[in-house]
């Protein structure tokens, strides 16, 4: 199965990258950094959601119907003259529930990273994340996956699975990282304990993104609310 990195690279990634860049007024290759250090951590945060039985029933749900990956089929008609209000608004949604109160926090590491200002990190996200589900609906049919026990199944499937312990723990120290000091500290510390991975995966490519030990102290504290 591809993972969703790989996703990223293909013509529909391609497409959405560039269609979420035009609809949100921001450049290509950061909205294409944002989404490539995005995506997994949202993906990690739904898997997290998804370990309780009514976490997995509600997002069963919500694939089996509304976001079935139907978004997907006309991506030019979803660009073109600008992406719908109600579009984000559902983006809103999903960021709220998936994030909680780390969303600010989460937002906050993605611009010190791409280089953009929180608020186009937050409009990327919010057009970005009903793609998102699209493209979870889309697997979920291809796969015939019918029970939400499976669900997880999906998700750490595109996530990379078990091989890539070092990247999901990565992705869980974003999700932790807490409130009484930098963000920046918590996700170095991942990284300064020797479980920084340049070899491909989710690990590998993150942390080309986030950089090493002196890039990431020199971002300023970047606070979870």
Do not use: C, W
């Not at 979420?20 to 949202?42: E, H, I, Q, R, Y």
């Not at 015939?144 to 996530?159: A, K, Q």
């Not at 974003?174 to 690990?203: E, N, W, Y």
């Amino acid at each position: 199965m591809s993972g969703i990195l790989d996703l990223l690279n293909s013509d529909l990634g391609k497409s959405i990258i560039s269609g979420v860049a035009g609809s949100t007024g921001n450049d290509s290759d950061k909205t294409s950094s944002v989404l490539t250090m995005a995506l997994p951590v949202l993906m990690k945060a739904m898997e997290r959601n998804a370990a309780t039985p009514e976490g997995a029933e509600g997002l069963m749900g919500a694939l089996s119907g509304k976001h079935d990956g139907s978004i997907l089929d006309n991506l030019g008609g979803l660009f073109s003259g600008g992406v719908d209000e109600t579009i984000k608004q559902d983006g809103a949604g999903i960021l709220k529930h998936v994030l909680g109160n780390r969303q600010q926090g989460v937002e906050q590491i993605l611009s010190q990273k791409a280089g953009i200002d929180a608020g186009s990190v937050a409009n990327i996200l919010k057009v970005a994340a009903p793609l998102l589900m699209g493209v979870l609906g889309k697997q979920k049919k291809e796969q015939n996956i019918n029970s939400s026990g499976d669900i997880t199944g999906l998700l750490g499937g595109l996530l990379g699975g078990n091989d890539s312990k070092n990247e999901q723990n990565f992705l869980e120290q974003i999700l932790d990282a807490d409130g009484d000091g930098s963000v920046v500290d918590d996700v170095a510390g991942m990284f300064l304990g020797g479980a920084k991975k340049q070899s491909g995966g989710i690990g590998g490519l993150l942390g080309g993104l986030f950089g090493n030990k002196f890039e990431l102290f020199s971002i300023r504290k970047a606070q979870i609310y």
